[in-house]
């Protein structure tokens, strides 16, 4: 049978080692690589976290990977991220390839319920983003629009604004 609780000490010493080692390293190249690669993810940001955890995990806990190795693996993980963030950031045509686009699900206290199908948002969530912003109702509302993120935001009047950050939201410019 296999070892379940206990192999021997130098199997536990290279764990404490490595760890701590990886740990410090992971946490020296994100921040080198700035405030963007921890920043609020969209898809593609939770991807690279996610690869980055379990190589963390695997450097960790597999023998038969040296720490060099996980550190390249971390280092190229997020030089990717980088490259992707600054190529996304320079031109637009490859920002919308990695990007999704905010979407308006309501509009003048009127749910775009079709809109809302596709995006997978139910109404249950619309009022309970309304709630937390502490509004009694959907009907002062002028727009809620689901981020690249993944949250909702609220905007109580869009007459008072020049509307300027509306511009980029999907399904905007035909509702005005």
């Excluded at 609780?5 to 390293?25: C, E, G, K, P």
């Amino acid at each position: 049978m296999n070892v379940v609780f206990f192999d021997n000490w130098d199997s536990i010493i290279r764990t404490f080692v490595i760890t701590i080692l990886a740990y410090v390293l992971l946490i020296f190249l994100l921040r080198v690589f700035g405030k963007r690669t921890l920043s609020k993810m969209n898809a593609f940001d939770f991807i690279v976290t996610v690869a980055l955890g379990s190589t963390l995990a695997t450097v960790m806990l597999n023998k038969d990977i040296a720490l060099v190795d996980g550190v390249l693996g971390f280092f190229l993980l997020i030089f990717l991220q980088f490259l992707i963030t600054w190529l996304s950031a320079r031109y637009k045509a490859f920002s919308s390839l990695i990007k999704s686009t905010p979407t308006l699900l309501l509009y003048k206290g009127e749910m775009l319920k079709k809109i809302m199908l596709k995006e997978r948002i139910d109404e249950d969530e619309i009022h309970a983003i309304v709630r937390e912003k502490g509004y009694p109702s959907i009907e002062g509302i002028d727009a809620i629009v689901l981020e690249t993120d993944g949250s909702l935001t609220v905007i109580k009047d869009t007459n008072s604004q020049k509307n300027s950050s509306m511009q980029k939201v999907k399904n905007w410019s035909h509702e005005n």
